[in-house]
């Protein structure tokens, strides 16, 4: 069992805009131990691409199994709002790659599990996740951590790629619109190493490093260098001798984001081992600095995980492989009913109503008792144009809702603007089960009293 948990995990660095107003320096490490399977798979494909380099990149389609985790009742777990958020974030991120990800028979996957909800680092999690797993796709598990097993003690984990098992794990509060968590996870599911290998583990210090480095990482990695024959502009230079993460378009990075303050420029002067000054690339997705607009895949490392793709090892991919629906969907629901604060009697069984949207196969429908849709919040998902909810909601006088289209594979939608209904305090009842007394008034009655 103990040798089960010392595997090779690939954790994440935090890509919020947010998240650097809140922690200017925060310590976002990586809970790898041993990247030799890694190392090992980035050399077959580059070994690829110089016998077949890559001309042009037809659009690729992957199916992703996306696993929302609750605790044992299914609370706590991400709404598929957030999924479809973070869908088209990723769609955006992998654009240079040709990649179209989509769902895996077109929907998500629910797993209501206390243990990986909390804590998916331990032995049983990670054979749950390992047995929950769908064939023939990438899977992705959504808890509320996404600690991995042997965890470096240094920083927060984010996320994590296991090319042990072939998942991801990556936390709740990173799938959203704004997060490359997700993107710079898939990065490692397709080989690529982080942009300063070598120094994973002991971030660059001058008091222990110096201004100019040695020839030789920490991790016993040879140095990338700015000129010449290691790194950034090494055409020509063998796959053996290059350094760092040994792809040429990316500058040398001896992890300097690591403590940085967010995505600003790195100004600190620290020479490569021949003396030149190093200018790292702040906003590469497989970087550490945070809170960068945008982040960037370079062309060599999209051609590497063009490579992995079409390696042997992910044969399961193209096995499922089929063109998925990815009509453009341009218009957002128009709500129909309820609206406009209307009241809605019985509160326990209402139907909500919006007119269908041309191309959309799903519909995302929230409730909430806040503008923010974030208290009493319920989120359901329907083929049809209507919602029925029965026994759901409670007579309370106010509710938001609002309803986002989608397709397996198209996720650059509108959401509906968020409407207001009020409930009333009456139950809706199917049948009187009996009646033992009844009083009518007036009594006696003649045709046309009101009664």
């Not at 209501?112 to 929950?132: G, Q």
Request: charged share 20%; glycine share 6%; net charge neutral.
């Amino acid at each position: 069992m103990k040798n089960r948990l010392i595997q090779t995990f690939i954790a994440i660095l935090c890509t919020l805009p947010f998240f650097n107003k809140i922690h200017a320096q925060a310590k976002i490490i990586c809970g790898t131990h041993d990247l030799e399977e890694l190392d090992k798979r980035q050399t077959e494909n580059m070994e690829f691409l110089a016998r077949n380099p890559l001309q042009q990149r037809a659009p690729i389609y992957i199916p992703i199994a996306i696993h929302l985790v609750g605790d044992n009742n299914g609370a706590g777990r991400v709404s598929e709002y957030k999924v479809i958020e973070q869908m088209n974030q990723l769609y955006k991120d992998y654009v240079k790659m040709g990649a179209i990800f989509y769902l895996r028979d077109s929907t998500f996957y629910y797993v209501n599990s206390t243990r990986i909800y909390n804590t998916p680092e331990t032995s049983v999690s990670v054979d749950s996740m390992n047995r929950l797993k769908k064939g023939n796709c990438i899977n992705v598990f959504v808890s509320k951590t996404a600690t991995p097993p042997s965890a470096s003690s240094i920083g927060t984990t984010l996320g994590y790629y296991s090319p042990t098992y072939d998942y991801l794990v990556v936390r709740i509060d990173q799938i959203n619109k704004y997060s490359g968590t997700l993107s710079h996870e898939l990065g490692h599911f397709f080989s690529l190493p982080h942009t300063f290998r070598g120094w994973d583990f002991e971030p660059w210090d001058q008091a222990t490093h110096g201004t100019t480095v040695t020839a030789l990482s920490p991790g016993g990695v040879p140095n990338e260098r700015v000129n010449g024959g290691m790194g950034f502009n090494c055409t020509g230079t063998s796959e053996a001798n290059r350094g760092g993460d040994r792809i040429c378009d990316t500058p040398p990075d001896y992890n300097f984001g690591f403590g940085w303050t967010g995505c600003s420029e790195f100004t600190t002067v620290v020479n490569d081992p021949a003396g030149v000054r190093i200018d790292p690339q702040e906003n590469n997705m497989m970087g550490y600095f945070i809170g960068c607009s945008s982040y960037i895949f370079t062309d060599d490392q999209s051609a590497l995980k063009v490579a992995d793709y079409n390696s042997s090892r992910r044969n399961y991919l193209r096995t499922y492989r089929r063109t998925p629906n990815t009509n453009t969907i341009s218009t957002a629901p128009n709500l129909v009913f309820p609206i406009n604060q209307e009241l809605v009697d019985p509160y326990n069984d209402i139907t909500l109503r919006w007119d269908p949207v041309p191309n959309a196969g799903f519909y995302v429908v929230e409730v909430s008792r806040s503008s923010s849709m974030d208290v009493d919040y319920k989120v359901y998902t329907t083929k049809n144009p209507f919602l029925r909810l029965t026994n759901l909601l409670s007579n309370r006088p106010d509710y938001r809702w609002r309803v986002t289209p989608y397709n397996e594979a198209y996720f650059d939608v509108v959401s509906s603007p968020i409407q207001r209904f009020k409930t009333g305090i009456v139950n809706s009842v199917s049948q009187i089960e009996e009646i033992s007394y009844m009083d009518i008034v007036p009594n006696p009655t003649s045709l046309g009293d009101n009664i």
